[in-house]
Nanobody, 115 residues
Framework: QVQLVESGGGLVQAGGSLSLSCVAS????????MGWYRQAPGKERELVAA???????NYVDSVKARFTISRDNAKNTVYLQMNSLKPEDTAVYYC?????????WGQGTQVTVSS
């Protein structure tokens, strides 16, 4: 049905930037609400940013003004531009898409921010 593959994670210094990409297979991408979640060791997975099929966005307070979620339906891709990264942003970042009763998870990509 739908497969999600994240890329762009890595090691970056505090204050630096990374851009994550999530490429979806399937034919229903434009109908999906998409989001980026992250999970740090010992922490619950949290929704960081989301974008609806209509383009509305929302962010967790801790990343507002630093992260930007966007989508390109022609490329079946959702992006997370992360600027001014902080050590507390370190986590595995997961792409998720959902529609109706269906939800899809990517495998995750590690983001490590050094101080």
């Amino acid at each position: 049905q739908v497969q999600l593959v994240e890329s762009g994670g890595g090691l970056v210094q505090a204050g630096g930037s990374l851009s994550l990409s999530c490429v979806a297979s399937g034919t229903i991408f434009s109908n999906l609400a998409m989001g980026w979640y992250r999970q740090a060791p010992g922490k619950e997975r949290e929704l960081v940013a989301a974008i609806t099929a209509g383009g509305s966005t929302n962010y967790v307070d801790s990343v507002k003004a630093r992260f930007t979620i966007s989508r390109d339906n022609a490329k079946n891709t959702v992006y997370l531009q992360m600027n001014s990264l902080k050590p507390e942003d370190t986590a595995v970042y997961y792409c998720r898409g959902w529609y109706s009763v269906f939800a899809y998870w990517g495998q995750g990509t590690q983001v490590t921010v050094s101080s």
